[in-house]
């Protein structure tokens, strides 16, 4: 089961959608280092449909049926130099859909809060963690200011420098203050 969005209603959706095309113009939309080539065509559409009418579950069981990520990958060691293949992790499409779905939430919270004249969104944790972070357990409940969130979410595909959402499997998100 994914993430439980406490503010994802109508106008979130459509603010969603708009980061979403927002990365599309600019080229700043995220693939997964798993996608197959072909993928790049179907997983905006799938990602646009997703923000507007699923969810972060839809988005996974999508990329799982058309098969968007590779199942092999490689890496090269780093003592022998030798390229060594691997499988690909049973749960990467759950994880990248439910990575990519709450990056696009939190923008849209972050400039649902900005026009509204407030300044920050709260952090909580929008699903149960396997083993909870002690890091992750001590961002529960802050305020985080939005404009700098969203500025870095905007620029940055790799972890946020406040550390929300918090990574693979972190289950932390933002609601409305």
């Avoid at 708009?18 to 197959?36: F, I, P």
């Avoid at 890496?75 to 390229?83: I, Q, W």
């Avoid at 809060?113 to 929008?126: C, E, H, N, P």
């Amino acid at each position: 089961m994914g993430l439980r969005f406490e503010n994802l209603d109508d106008e979130t959706r459509k603010l969603m959608l708009a980061e979403v095309e927002l990365d599309l113009k600019t080229g700043e939309l995220n693939y997964s280092r798993y996608m197959r080539p072909i993928a790049k065509e179907p997983y905006p559409v799938l990602l646009k449909e997703s923000v507007s009418k699923h969810n972060d579950d839809w988005l996974a069981a999508e990329i799982k049926t058309a098969e968007l990520l590779e199942e092999k990958t490689s890496r090269t060691d780093k003592k022998t130099g030798k390229v060594i293949e691997q499988d690909v992790r049973h749960d990467a499409h759950i994880q990248f859909a439910e990575g990519e779905f709450n990056r696009f939430y939190i923008r849209a919270l972050c400039v649902r809060t900005l026009a509204a004249g407030k300044k920050a969104v709260q952090v909580y944790r929008a699903k149960e963690a396997k083993e909870e972070r002690p890091q992750s357990q001590a961002l529960i409940g802050k305020e985080v200011d939005a404009a700098e969130l969203l500025k870095d979410l905007r620029g940055n595909k790799a972890e946020s420098i406040y550390k929300v959402p918090g990574g693979p499997g972190s289950g932390l998100s933002v609601r409305l203050t």
